[in-house]
């Protein structure tokens, strides 16, 4: 997921040099607005897999349905 891949990069960014606090915050933002979108967009999809691409991710369909229906905000 986006998370374990930007948490090094966003350290990266503040070990190279100290980013001012909004600039900061507004990265923060930036990394939690594109985590919440790849979540909204992965969960539509997966309320759109017919039952034979369920099973070959090894999913049944009332947990694919249960994890389609969480809100982006929710990990």
């Given amino acids: 997921m986006t998370s374990t891949t930007q948490a090094p990069l966003i350290a990266y960014l503040d ?6 606090p ?3 915050f507004a990265l923060r933002i930036a990394v939690a607005l594109a985590k919440w979108s790849e979540r ?3 969960r ?10 369920l099973r070959d991710i090894g999913l049944e369909r009332h947990v694919a349905y249960k994890e389609a229906r969480r809100m982006f905000w929710q990990s």
Wanted: no cysteine; glycine share 0%.
């Fill in 15 to 20: 070990a190279q040099r100290p980013l001012p």
């Fill in 44 to 53: 539509r999809a997966l309320a759109q897999l017919d039952p034979h691409l």
């Fill in 40 to 42: 909204r967009r992965t």
């Fill in 22 to 24: 909004q600039s900061a």
